[in-house]
């Protein structure tokens, strides 16, 4: 695995003896092409057309096909992005630590308008989604690779000398790719030191039978949002019938403002591969795979060590722990910039290689996953939490939280707070303690859950983290008084426009248009008439969307409607129906090029 | 002696008003309309035309209905439509172009400025002297052709390019009922 970061020259000859060798240590795969498109565009920076042509011949298929897939990632680009791909984090939380002059400060110094690749293709500069560093924002993500943290104007003006002068991103100061862990509250999943391995012999100890009964006793409900129980699944996965079963490990960690698995795979890595062998024992898998987000590429290196030192310590392998017949091993396939991945569904397609497109369910994939097998996704959480439980027992984890959400949840905690960072909880903690202990003042809101989750206005502080209550995926970005609620929830409807993956009609337009009304009101052009057509579509998408991406994305919508509508009606222009633009400047290239400025050249605004 | 008022009044259903037009459109919509045949003979029982190329009456007057096919190409359509929003009461947008802009909208990607240039001033055989119309009489283009809705709330909106004819039977049959219009599947076209 190399690891010198992108590209080679952007506009000469690729390397076809190099795109040779990548195939074959590949073994011209065609499941494996979004690997193989990730791989062979960080050799050459971009992926020509001839390249990729060149890639469907040797995987058998056809150009279009590969033209299709590499189309669907963002981080896939089919014309030179130039020797240095810069992308500035546009969370809310990024926006709220001055993203915007920063990425405006950056372009202005290398003279290159955001989105645009400069004429001598040494740069281009643009936002992405949330790479999950709101902790130490504002962040940036240079080349698909390294990730720069806690921007600020000294550091910008010293990126842009260092692309001035060539200088390679791997010789940039080491220390501004440090990412810290922030856990600034443990309990089990984070203060508890484990030996690896010993979870595997307690499981091997009890057996598949009594390991899923643990399992079911615990009452583990899914960490990644929807909460399914984890010990069903399992038992729904083993039950299936299928040549082959497989374990995934969900470490897509999409969600703005989400930033607890990164955590996890950094520091806490073994027990996140040992929960996903305890898996393997009880749905009989041999293989697992790990879904790790493009953003996320800088810690393949450590997982990829992680792995192997678990295959030399029997963990991973055949025979594991001397275990005749129970044969495990775990690859990771990394992602390319498509939120809607995080969608198990779509996770499991963009795993064989193919565009991202949701499923249709049923069939789960429990019964119809990986390649068309039983198949257990699970996120990187909740084999964590599985690890644990394997070594004390269902009944130990059920005893933690409250009965119906048992154990702790990890939050990942930023936005208007002393100490951002993760915290570790039981469930059932209320959000005002949440708040103190992170130390936020002068608090209206907590979105919880990501923009996906619920926006939490002061008054509800009282309400407990919980499936019952107030659910969570694992994000807590916290706004003070000071914050525009309605901007909030602005930046995220265009990071769900951003991210819809287009497949159904009312997600595509649907997100585009709350997107564009959003826009609307924000450049004062609103009526009371447009909050009402936000409402409408909010319904609209609620019910008649593909995938949970859909589904979700007008939740911000409501609920900053529900609590902050004065937010949006400060913005309102007047109580009728407002155009969505200025009119009279409609007129205004006409009139130039005939020099008119009669009345009738004009057009008034109604009143 | 006295009159009793009838204790429910019979219902005397007047014959409801609507007018059409075609803004940036090509009257294709219109022509659609009219392929509801012999129909019409039994919708003119139920109501009576104002402004619209059927009458040619020049200026809406009030209106329970009104037709817009087309989309917003210039200031003159503009005009027209806020006419037509002060006085109907129902608004529709007909067609790929009122509703999104359509064929016209095509041009959306291109300089206005560099297209009145290319089309007046650059073009091969042009007459000496041709300049760009600056005539007051001349409505002056919009820098983009709009969709309707972007300018007047709009109630309804029949999409196709255009809506087959029984789109449009249906549509006014549930409106002149009073049902809230259900194209359904088969009549809702989006070509
Ligand atoms: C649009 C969308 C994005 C999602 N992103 C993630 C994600 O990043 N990580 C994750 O674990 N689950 C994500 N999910 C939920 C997964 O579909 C799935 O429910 C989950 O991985 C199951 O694991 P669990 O039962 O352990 O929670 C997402 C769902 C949707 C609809
Ligand atoms: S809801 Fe959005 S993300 Fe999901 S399938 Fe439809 S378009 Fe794609
Ligand atoms: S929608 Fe189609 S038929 Fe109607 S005006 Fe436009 S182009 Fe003509």
New interface residues.
Partial sequence: MSTVSSPASTAGPWQAEALDALLARRGRDPHALVQILREAQAMHGWLPRDMQAAIADALGLTLAHVEGVASFYRFFHDRPVGRYRVLFSDNITDRMLGNEALLLDLCRRLGVQRGEVRADDRVSIDFASCTGLCDQGPALLVNHHHVVTRLDAARVAQIAALIESRVPVDEWPADWFAIVDNVQRADVLLGTPLQPGAAIAAALERGADSMLDEMKQSNLRGRGGAGFATGQKWSLCRAAPGAEHYVVCNADEGEPGTFKDRVLLASHADPVFEGMTVAALVVGARRGLVYLRGEYRYLLEHLEAVLQRRREQHLLGASIQGRAGFDFDIEIHVGAGAYVCGEESSLIESLEGKRGTPRIRPPFPVEHGYLGQPTTVNNVETYCAATHIALNGGVWWAGIGTPRSTGTKIHSVSGDCERPGIYEYPFGTSITRILEDCGARDTQAVQVGGPSGVCISAFEFGRRIAFEDVPTAGAFMVFDRSRDMFEVARNFAHFFAHESCGFCTPCRVGTALVAKRMDKLAAGHGSRHDVEVLFELDKLMHTATHCGLGGAACNPLRDTIAKFRPAYEQRLKSLHFEPAFDLDAELSIARAMTHRDDPASHLETER | MTTLAPLYPTHQPRKLKVATVSLAGCFGCHMSFLDIDERILELIEHVEFDRSPLTDIKHVGHCDIGLIEGGLCN?EN??VL?DFRKHCKTLVAVGACAINGGLPAQRNHL???EI??DVYGSRTGMSAGSA???D??L??????V?PIH????VDYFLPGCPPPADAFWRFLTDLMAGRTPHLGHGLMHYD
């Fill in positions: 200031s503009v005009e806020r300089d206005l400025g009145l240039q760009i119309p600056n007051p009489e409505p002056l283009p919009l820098n983009k709009h972007e300018v007047v709330h």
